[in-house]
């Protein structure tokens, strides 16, 4: 499957990650070396084999729903670039 | 500093742990005579990103007072330092990126908490591969650490600063983290002894995440008995990460020096192939006749898909990345780009200017295989193979008790060398399957290659920590490879 400057942009925007047309090239070039060595998989037969999510087969385990954090607010957001009124700030989403 | 030590230039924890105990040097000796040495030694290593002098001093003085009131353990003020992966509170936790470099942790890992509990002293952060992608140490933010062997060669990576400052004798011991080789390789490449233990054996709360069903943290020491110690300390489930092991943690310590007669040893035959450097293949073969000495039988075996590892790798490791490293959104936390114009450019600039080319190239290709029309393809496929990858290992502990073969195709390699990220990957082969099927590996020094260190790997099956741990440190009773010592580790003494 040959990788197109279109599936790159559109990983790109779909990551949120900003790149130049420049580098779209180079990422195209990257990529494509990559999905090369990857397509080696398509030459296994896994007819009826299941694919492998969690290396010991484990399965979610569960836990009583408990509160057992304290409200670390403050001292969390004081890691954010912009905070006002225990909120964070962003550019204007709704007009 | 004082004589306490039979190897001044770089003793053991364990070695440390005994002055301490007998008194013949305290915890603020010891954090003092580490700091003098990371000064002299960082403007060639660049092993470490933060230097935490003030906190390792008064944590050195509550561990004297601790051993003064008759409450210290075993590690009670042994100095050490941790990958920068691991959220320290308090202190920078950059993981090696632009993205973190604003970044003081607010609370602190489990396993970084355990060893505070247990009274370590804790030098500062070392360097990394940036989000813990890479195998030389070059992709960090903060510049390529420099191998104590040689500083024109790479330390391996992404645990390249730890295990380039525990070489150098600049601390003990450090924790790095491995998601497909990386505490390994680089411990290989430096000539120390490094653990991967299984998936889940220790938390990984508050380490950053990179591929959390391969990422897995472990010790890296001088020797088998220093990690045993350490892994003693930091194993066990931690309600805080439900993936981690309900298994009860033996004494790694006391089982170190079981016989090894009987031992069956196996040599997966795929790892002996083409583009093994014939100095680490010789190393290997010596490091068997000596367990044939010590009492243990050695037989061939097969991984058949072995070859794949690295393909299934490279689907599974950048779909969790992509995943993980969403929420570097440039709004709670990191960076952050100026004058945003709308919230998708504030996402987009600052994830762009706070993400490396490696990083970046693993979020793209992950974010690629997981979309829409690849996803069967790339993603299910190769969840299929990594079952594949890790029946191979099940049947072969069905024969053998532990496999062993090299821990990287060649020694490290020089700075700036590896242009193509592809070939750089490959370099991972005998890695890298480990931690698809989740087994642990620990690799430990057994010869050099012209002059630069080469390691031996020894794999067993899942939750067999104490038993690997118990072949090194065999190997290490009648061998002295891990008592080598680069000249730089000299120097700086």
Redesign the interface.
């Known amino acids: 499957m040959a990788l197109q400057h279109t599936h790159v942009r559109r990983a790109a925007h779909l990551a949120r990650l900003d790149i130049s047309d420049a580098q779209a090239e180079r990422f195209v070039d990257d990529l494509s070396r990559m999905l090369d060595m990857v397509d080696q998989l398509q030459s296994i037969d896994t007819e009826g084999v299941a694919p492998l999510l969690h290396p010991l087969d484990a399965t979610q385990r569960l836990r009583a729903d408990d509160v057992t954090e304290s409200d670390q607010r403050e001292r969390f957001q004081r890691l954010a670039p912009a905070t006002e009124n225990g909120l964070y700030l962003v550019p204007r989403v709704v007009e | 500093m004082s004589d306490h030590t039979a190897d001044p230039f770089a003793p053991t924890v364990t070695s440390l742990a005994a002055a301490l105990k007998r008194g013949d040097v305290s915890s603020r000796e010891l954090a003092t005579d580490c700091l003098k040495r990371i000064e002299r030694a960082e403007p060639a290593l660049n092993s470490f990103i933060s230097v935490t002098a003030e906190q390792a001093l008064a944590a050195a003085d509550a561990a004297d007072r601790a051993r003064a009131d008759g409450r210290a353990g075993f590690l009670t003020g042994v100095p050490l330092a941790f990958k920068d992966i691991f959220c320290t509170r308090d202190v920078k936790t950059s993981c090696g990126s632009k993205m973190l470099d604003n ?2 942790a ?1 609370y602190s890992a489990t396993a970084v908490q355990k060893l505070d509990a247990a009274g370590c002293v804790s030098l500062g952060k070392t360097n990394m591969d940036e989000f813990a992608m890479g195998s030389s140490n070059e992709s960090s933010y903060y510049g390529a650490v420099k191998n104590p062997w040689d500083l024109t060669a790479v330390p391996g990576g992404s645990s390249g600063g730890s295990a380039a400052a525990v070489a150098a004798g600049l601390v003990p011991a450090t924790l790095g983290t491995d998601t497909g080789g990386s505490i390994r390789q680089p411990a290989a490449f430096c000539g120390i002894t490094g653990l991967k233990p ?3 054996r220790i938390s990984r709360y508050g380490i950053i995440a990179y591929a959390s ?2 990422d897995q943290a472990g010790p890296m020491a001088r020797t088998a008995e220093d990690c045993a110690h350490l892994l003693g300390a930091i194993a066990g489930h931690d ?1 805080r990460d ?2 981690s ?1 309900p298994h009860a943690v033996p004494d790694y310590a006391a089982e170190l020096d079981a016989p090894l007669t009987g031992l069956k040893i196996g040599l997966p035959r795929e790892y002996f192939g083409d583009g093994l450097d014939p100095a680490a293949a010789h190393a290997v073969n010596e490091a068997v006749k000596v367990y044939e000495s010590l009492g243990a039988t050695v037989r061939d075996v097969s991984l058949p ?1 072995t ?2 590892a ?3 790798y ?2 599974i490791a950048p779909a969790e990345a ?1 995943s993980n490293l ?1 929420r570097f ?5 990191g960076h ?1 780009c100026d004058s ?10 600052s ?2 200017e706070g ?1 490396g080319e490696e990083v ?2 693993r ?3 992950g ?3 997981l ?1 829409e029309g ?1 996803f069967d ?2 993603y ?9 990858i ?1 029946q191979d290992f099940l049947d072969a502990f069905d024969q053998v008790d532990v496999l062993m073969g090299p821990t990287s195709p060649t020694p490290a390699f020089d700075l700036g060398a590896q242009k ?3 070939s750089m ?2 370099q991972d082969i005998y890695t890298i399957a480990v ?4 087994i642990p590996g620990i690799s430990v020094p057994a010869g050099f290659s012209g002059a630069r260190p080469v390691g031996l790997q020894i794999l067993g099956a ?1 939750f067999s920590e104490a038993r690997l741990l118990n072949v090194a440190h065999r190997f290490q009773q009648a061998t002295d490879w891990h008592r080598q010592r680069p000249a730089f580790a000299k120097e700086i003494v």
């Open positions: 970044f003081i607010p299984t998936y889940g069903s391969l309600p439900s993936t092991a898909h070859r794949y690295t393909s299934a490279y689907v992509s969403a959104d440039g709004v709670r936390f952050r945003p114009e709308d919230l998708i450019d504030l996402y987009k600039r994830r762009a993400f970046k190239r979020i793209l290709i974010t690629h295989t979309s690849f393809a790339y299910i496929k190769a969840q299929k193979v990594r079952r594949l890790r193509d990220p592809v990957y490959l931690n698809l099927a989740g899942h």
